[in-house]
C-alpha cells in the first residue's frame, strides 16, 4: 500500500492551499483516511480525519478553516486548507487506517509528508 501526498508549499498568511492524498497497492477497505501535521520541535498532531460513514473530525484550531473530503471511488482524501496563518507552518502527513484483504486487520499507513509554510 502507497499513499501518495500532493499540493504542500509556500503561501501567505490568509492564503490557501489544497493538499491531496491518493492511495493505492492492496486495499480491501478504507475505515479512515486524514492527515496529522509536525511542526519543528513539536509532536505530530491530528489535524482532520474522515470515516468511512461520512464522518469527519477536525482538531479545534483549524475547526472552520479546514474542510476534510474523500472520493470513495478514487481512495483519495483531500483537505482545503483556508485562511491559513503561521502556526500552521508543519509537514503535514496523510494517514489511512486500512485492511489490505479480506484476511488482514486493520493498520495505518503514512505518506511521505508534504511541508506547508505560510510565510509573508
Known amino acids: 500500500v502507497q499513499l501518495v501526498e500532493s499540493g504542500g508549499g509556500l503561501v501567505q498568511p490568509g492564503g490557501s492551499l489544497r493538499l491531496s492524498c491518493a492511495a493505492s497497492g492492496s486495499i480491501f477497505r478504507i475505515n479512515a483516511m486524514g492527515w496529522y501535521r509536525q511542526a519543528p520541535g513539536k509532536q505530530r498532531e491530528l489535524v482532520a480525519v474522515?470515516?468511512?460513514?461520512?464522518?469527519?473530525n477536525y482538531a479545534d484550531s483549524v475547526k472552520g478553516r479546514f474542510t476534510i473530503s474523500r472520493d470513495n471511488a478514487k481512495n483519495t482524501v483531500y483537505m482545503q486548507m483556508n485562511s491559513l496563518k503561521p502556526e500552521d507552518t508543519a509537514v503535514y502527513y496523510c494517514n489511512a487506517r486500512l485492511v489490505a484483504s479480506i484476511i488482514s486487520q486493520a493498520r495505518d499507513y503514512w505518506g511521505q509528508g508534504t511541508q506547508v509554510t505560510v510565510s509573508s
Open positions: 474522515a470515516v468511512s460513514n461520512g464522518g469527519s
